[in-house]
Protein backbone atom coordinates (compact mmCIF):
# COMPACT_ATOMS: atom_id res chain seq x y z
CA UNK A 1 0.00 0.00 0.00
CA UNK A 2 0.45 3.58 -0.85
CA UNK A 3 2.36 5.47 2.41
CA UNK A 4 -0.31 7.47 2.90
CA UNK A 5 -2.79 5.20 2.59
CA UNK A 6 -4.93 5.22 6.25
CA UNK A 7 -6.58 1.53 5.05
CA UNK A 8 -6.44 -1.67 5.17
CA UNK A 9 -5.69 -3.62 2.06
CA UNK A 10 -6.81 -6.62 1.18
CA UNK A 11 -4.09 -8.93 -1.35
CA UNK A 12 -4.91 -11.13 -4.11
CA UNK A 13 -5.87 -14.81 -2.63
CA UNK A 14 -3.02 -16.73 -1.27
CA UNK A 15 -2.11 -19.57 -3.29
CA UNK A 16 -2.31 -22.71 -0.76
CA UNK A 17 -5.31 -21.08 1.38
CA UNK A 18 -7.22 -18.90 -1.11
CA UNK A 19 -8.16 -16.38 1.66
CA UNK A 20 -7.29 -12.92 1.10
CA UNK A 21 -4.45 -12.00 3.07
CA UNK A 22 -5.10 -8.32 4.97
CA UNK A 23 -2.12 -5.67 5.43
CA UNK A 24 -3.48 -3.72 8.24
CA UNK A 25 -2.96 -0.59 8.66
CA UNK A 26 -1.25 0.91 11.58
CA UNK A 27 -2.33 4.25 12.68
CA UNK A 28 0.92 6.71 13.73
CA UNK A 29 -0.67 7.16 17.64
CA UNK A 30 -2.56 3.97 17.92
CA UNK A 31 -3.46 3.39 21.74
CA UNK A 32 -2.44 0.16 23.32
CA UNK A 33 -6.38 -1.14 23.10
CA UNK A 34 -6.61 -0.72 19.12
CA UNK A 35 -3.00 -2.13 19.35
CA UNK A 36 -4.45 -5.15 21.02
CA UNK A 37 -7.35 -5.19 18.76
CA UNK A 38 -5.21 -5.08 15.65
CA UNK A 39 -2.82 -7.73 16.81
CA UNK A 40 -6.06 -10.02 17.40
CA UNK A 41 -6.73 -9.39 13.97
CA UNK A 42 -3.89 -10.58 12.73
CA UNK A 43 -3.73 -13.66 15.05
CA UNK A 44 -6.55 -14.76 13.40
CA UNK A 45 -5.85 -14.15 9.51
CA UNK A 46 -2.23 -16.09 10.52
CA UNK A 47 -4.44 -19.01 12.17
CA UNK A 48 -6.83 -18.97 9.28
CA UNK A 49 -4.07 -19.06 6.96
CA UNK A 50 -2.38 -21.75 8.49
CA UNK A 51 -5.38 -24.12 8.86
CA UNK A 52 -6.78 -23.63 5.50
CA UNK A 53 -3.53 -24.25 3.59
CA UNK A 54 -2.38 -27.17 5.05
CA UNK A 55 -6.28 -28.34 4.77
CA UNK A 56 -6.27 -27.72 1.36
CA UNK A 57 -2.84 -29.20 0.85
CA UNK A 58 -4.34 -32.45 2.27
CA UNK A 59 -7.59 -31.84 0.24
CA UNK A 60 -6.06 -32.11 -3.44
CA UNK A 61 -3.13 -35.12 -2.45
CA UNK A 62 -6.13 -36.91 -1.26
CA UNK A 63 -7.96 -36.18 -3.82
CA UNK A 64 -5.75 -36.71 -6.21
CA UNK A 65 -4.85 -40.35 -4.38
CA UNK A 66 -8.26 -41.29 -4.97
CA UNK A 67 -8.69 -40.63 -8.61
CA UNK A 68 -5.53 -42.57 -9.38
CA UNK A 69 -6.51 -45.38 -6.65
CA UNK A 70 -9.84 -45.95 -9.11
CA UNK A 71 -8.75 -44.86 -12.33
CA UNK A 72 -5.92 -47.92 -11.61
CA UNK A 73 -8.50 -49.69 -10.68
CA UNK A 74 -10.32 -49.92 -13.63
CA UNK A 75 -7.57 -50.05 -15.90
CA UNK A 76 -7.59 -46.75 -17.00
CA UNK A 77 -4.13 -44.53 -17.39
CA UNK A 78 -4.14 -41.34 -15.47
CA UNK A 79 -3.77 -39.38 -19.00
CA UNK A 80 -5.49 -40.37 -22.00
CA UNK A 81 -3.90 -40.68 -25.92
CA UNK A 82 -4.16 -36.94 -26.28
CA UNK A 83 -2.93 -35.89 -22.99
CA UNK A 84 -5.78 -35.31 -21.44
CA UNK A 85 -6.36 -35.77 -17.89
CA UNK A 86 -8.67 -38.35 -16.74
CA UNK A 87 -11.47 -37.72 -14.31
CA UNK A 88 -13.68 -39.98 -12.67
CA UNK A 89 -17.69 -39.28 -12.79
CA UNK A 90 -19.85 -37.38 -10.31
CA UNK A 91 -21.31 -40.28 -7.98
CA UNK A 92 -17.40 -41.35 -7.65
CA UNK A 93 -16.48 -38.21 -6.49
CA UNK A 94 -18.90 -37.38 -4.26
CA UNK A 95 -17.74 -40.41 -2.38
CA UNK A 96 -14.57 -39.08 -1.81
CA UNK A 97 -15.84 -35.89 -0.71
CA UNK A 98 -18.30 -37.64 1.90
CA UNK A 99 -15.31 -39.79 3.04
CA UNK A 100 -13.06 -36.97 3.38
CA UNK A 101 -15.82 -34.66 5.33
CA UNK A 102 -16.41 -37.35 7.17
CA UNK A 103 -12.92 -38.31 8.49
CA UNK A 104 -12.17 -34.08 8.62
CA UNK A 105 -15.28 -33.37 10.37
CA UNK A 106 -13.28 -33.26 14.33
CA UNK A 107 -10.67 -30.79 12.62
CA UNK A 108 -13.42 -28.51 11.35
CA UNK A 109 -15.65 -28.88 14.54
CA UNK A 110 -12.27 -27.54 16.38
CA UNK A 111 -11.47 -25.00 14.12
CA UNK A 112 -14.80 -23.76 14.17
CA UNK A 113 -14.58 -23.40 17.58
CA UNK A 114 -11.53 -21.83 17.57
CA UNK A 115 -12.89 -19.43 14.84
CA UNK A 116 -16.30 -18.10 17.11
CA UNK A 117 -13.13 -17.91 20.15
CA UNK A 118 -10.74 -15.48 18.15
CA UNK A 119 -13.66 -13.61 16.64
CA UNK A 120 -15.94 -12.99 19.55
CA UNK A 121 -12.39 -11.59 21.04
CA UNK A 122 -12.22 -9.47 18.00
CA UNK A 123 -15.96 -8.15 18.51
CA UNK A 124 -15.50 -7.45 22.09
CA UNK A 125 -12.63 -5.47 21.45
CA UNK A 126 -13.86 -3.60 18.27
CA UNK A 127 -16.87 -2.52 20.65
CA UNK A 128 -14.30 -1.41 23.16
CA UNK A 129 -12.61 0.69 20.86
CA UNK A 130 -15.61 2.13 19.24
CA UNK A 131 -17.03 2.89 22.78
CA UNK A 132 -13.72 4.77 23.80
CA UNK A 133 -13.38 6.54 20.41
CA UNK A 134 -17.09 7.71 21.31
CA UNK A 135 -16.39 9.09 24.61
CA UNK A 136 -13.10 10.82 23.41
CA UNK A 137 -15.76 12.78 20.15
CA UNK A 138 -18.41 13.97 22.84
CA UNK A 139 -14.91 14.60 25.10
CA UNK A 140 -14.10 16.47 22.53
CA UNK A 141 -17.07 18.39 21.43
CA UNK A 142 -18.12 18.86 25.02
CA UNK A 143 -14.90 20.96 24.97
CA UNK A 144 -15.58 23.06 22.06
CA UNK A 145 -18.40 23.94 22.73
CA UNK A 146 -17.97 25.57 26.03
CA UNK A 147 -15.44 27.73 24.48
Known amino acids: PPAHS ?3 WIGPPDKHSNLRPVIFYVPPE ?4 ERRLREARQEAQA ?10 RTFR ?5 FIYSRLKAKGVEMRDE ?4 AT ?3 EEMADFYKDFLSKNFRKHMEYNRDWYKRNFTITFLMGQVALVR ?9 KNVGN
Do not use: I, M, Y
Open 47 to 56: CDQRFWARHN
Open 88 to 90: LNV
Open 134 to 142: ALRRLRWKK
Open 61 to 65: QEKEE
Open 6 to 8: RND
Open 82 to 85: TGQK
Open 30 to 33: ESPL
